[in-house]
């Protein structure tokens, strides 16, 4: 429909008065059928890909997450409907959302690093070491919330410090949740958008950093945006250029589908298995 629109706006806009056969008008309304049609194509198989994925999601998720408290950060960009299906898909999966952590703009601002990384290196508690070979401060801030949020099998993370490291990165503007502090968790899907365009490319760069640090503690972590995110200065290049990252943080590209909300959740169900897998159309 967009399709044929434009084309009309060029139609009534004069662009056609170059052409001065009907031939010439006969191509260009065949190239704009022919365009439609595979449109058309396109989004029929979107569907049925959707449908079937919506039927098959019981039984290829099974009970994979029975048990696991699960933690949801959030970028800026990220879709409220996408957070809720795949929040229905963790409970379909038997796991639990323990708890919401949202990222705000501030902590990917550029003159606001040093900031983090002042705040980051003063709220790690006691027993709570933030890697020094992080550099870049958008992983250590991953690292830290990792440490103090996440945890593997029955061993539960510190609990001493959490809601004071939380409230230091809340008050400084880098973080926010609701309630005095945010519980913990075994595992966690961090949720995206989709295309960063190019004079933003530094927060594409830092929410997959970020999520490298968070992947570095619990059973299993997933780095799940819209269609465009595995592109160009989005969030998932930087992690699927990285074969150490790749090899411990899954992705899913296309999270603004069902196919990709349902494989967020059975990237999650894997990668508490040791199985990490990149998963959506980005991938080649």
């Known amino acids: 429909m967009l399709l044929a629109f434009a084309v009309g706006v060029a139609l009534g806009g004069g662009v056609l008065a170059r052409f001065t056969t009907d031939g010439d008008l006969k191509d260009l309304r065949a190239q704009v059928e022919g365009l439609e049609r595979q449109n058309t194509e396109l989004t029929d198989r979107a569907r049925a890909a959707d449908s079937f994925a919506d039927a098959a999601a019981p039984s290829a998720l099974g009970r994979g997450l029975n048990g696991i408290p699960v933690l949801l950060v959030t ?26 952590l949202k990222l705000t703009d501030d902590l990917y601002a550029e003159d606001k690093a040093e900031r983090l990384r002042g705040v980051v290196d003063n709220a790690a508690p006691n027993g709570v070491t933030v890697d020094a070979s992080l550099v870049d ?8 919330l990792g440490a103090v949020l996440l945890s593997q099998g029955s061993v539960r993370p510190p609990s001493n410090g959490r ?12 973080v926010d949740f609701s309630g005095p502090t945010v519980p913990g968790a075994r595992a966690v899907v961090i949720v995206t958008g989709g295309t960063v365009p190019g004079d ?3 927060q ?8 490298a640090g968070l ?20 969030p998932i290049v930087v992690v699927r250029q990285d074969k150490e990252l790749s090899s411990r943080l899954a992705t899913v590209d296309d999270a603004d589908t069902v196919v990709g909300q349902v494989s967020t959740v059975l990237a999650l169900v894997q990668a508490t298995r040791g199985d990490v897998r990149a998963y959506g159309s980005g991938v080649r």
């Open 75 to 100: 970028a800026p960009a990220a879709d409220a409907g996408d957070l809720a299906q795949i929040t229905r898909r963790i409970t379909q999966a038997g796991g639990t959302v323990a708890g919401t």
């Open 163 to 174: 809601a004071d490291a939380l409230a230091a990165l809340k008050q400084a503007g880098f």
């Open 204 to 211: 594409g760069q830092g929410i997959g950093r970020l999520a």
């Open 215 to 234: 992947s570095r503690h619990g059973d299993g972590a997933v780095l799940a945006g819209r269609t465009g995110s595995s592109q160009g200065a989005g």
């Open 137 to 144: 401060p958008r992983a250590r801030a991953g690292d830290l």
């Open 200 to 202: 933003r490319a530094g």
